[in-house]
């Protein structure tokens, strides 16, 4: 099944390895470190230029959106 991540962007859900929100992840600096370290290696990919509530990390790519992780969760229920 696929999900509808907003702008042009739906991924598979068997792609899916975690959903994320921006907010309270990002306090941790291992967490940040991550996302710097995937963006430098461009495996970051911006839905759109909203602002972003939570990443989805798929096997390949990391997936930023304006979704919050509770709507993410019930499109994939």
Do not use: H, W
């Amino acid at each position: 099944m696929y999900i509808y991540l907003g702008g042009d962007t739906a991924i598979s859900t068997s792609d899916i390895i975690g959903v994320f929100d921006m907010d309270t992840s990002t306090v941790n600096k291992a967490t940040r470190d991550y996302l710097s370290q995937s963006e430098k290696n461009n495996k970051i990919v911006y839905v759109n230029y909203e602002l972003p509530k939570s990443f989805v990390v798929c096997s390949d790519k990391i997936f930023v959106c304006p979704l919050n992780t509770s709507t993410i969760a019930k499109r994939i229920k």
